[in-house]
């Protein structure tokens, strides 16, 4: 067992009994295991995860801080379809009364964003995508 040699088992420990969620506990106990001398073959199996993300998880502890290796890595998702200008755009419509762009309407919908979206810049949306950007965009108004 030459990984996790410099890591301090009473640190791990400590992260553990304050960690919030079930992902960090869970890098942190298949991490505290393995310094006990449990095999990876065997926290593989136990936990039932692949032993290639054990060791990713273990290479992790070794290089980085705990906060950082009990934490997903930040991923970029794909990217908007709406620019941010046109979010800039969207976003001033839904601080005026859908009637005043056309539409017979008291409020904004989901359903009524989309077509809305649509006709302003050729976007198209999921009707659940299109409820998160109603969300966001009216709670940054």
Not at 6 to 30: F, N, Q, T
Request: glycine share 6%; charged share 35%.
């Amino acid at each position: 067992m030459s990984k996790l040699a410099d890591v301090d088992a009473d640190a791990i420990r400590e992260a553990l009994g304050a960690a919030s969620e079930a992902k960090p506990a869970k890098r942190l106990m298949v991490a505290l295991a393995y310094k006990d001398g449990v095999a990876v073959s065997t926290l593989s199996k136990r936990y039932g995860i692949p032993r290639s993300t054990v060791y990713y998880w273990l290479d992790r502890f070794e290089n980085e801080s705990i906060e950082d290796a009990i934490e997903d890595e930040k991923r970029p998702g794909r990217p908007r379809k709406l620019s941010a200008v046109e979010q800039e755009v969207i976003r001033g419509d839904l601080g005026k009364p859908p009637a005043e762009h056309g539409y017979d309407a008291a409020e904004w919908t989901p359903v009524l964003l989309r077509e809305h979206i649509e006709r302003r810049t050729g976007v198209s949306y999921s009707l659940g995508h299109t409820r998160r950007l109603l969300s966001e965009l009216s709670a940054s108004e």
